[in-house]
């Protein structure tokens, strides 16, 4: 596994801590961020998923707790947009040049608008998906918050 990714580049570049955690990721998992917050041993509320959206046909990045659903009333409010649904995989990865699995909130093709769902901030350290499927990145909420570009908001249902 190649621990340089573009995400890993782009938290380099901008001289942000970070630590890589690999696990054995399983694609027959039917919750993929719950099968790497076991993996890891946390929390699930820990681990977040990267999720691609679009709020009236934008696209946009939501990065939430893998074992919470996303509201997308709240998505579509949180970008000024009447109404938001999730992208089809193929093209949230020719957006992102990520796998599905894999999707980082950093180094993405083309920065998106991206909120983080305001609960993680409340924890020590997250893990987000560090550009490859199996690789994680442990940081700080704010860490996530400053790399991405990133505000904080209630997305959750």
Known sequence: MSK???A?????R???GFELRSYDYDPDAPRVGLQAAEALGE???RVLKTLIAEVDGRPV???VPSDREVSMKKV???FGGKAAKMMPPPDAERLTGYKVGGVSPFGQRRRLPTVVEESALAEAYVYVNGGQRGLQLRISPQVLI???EAKAASVIA
């Open 43 to 45: 929390p699930p509320g």
């Open 8 to 12: 890993t580049l782009a938290l380099t």
């Open 14 to 16: 901008q001289g942000l």
């Open 4 to 6: 340089a990714t573009p």
């Open 76 to 78: 579509a409010a949180t």
């Open 146 to 148: 400053e790399a991405a």
């Open 61 to 63: 990045c939501i990065v």
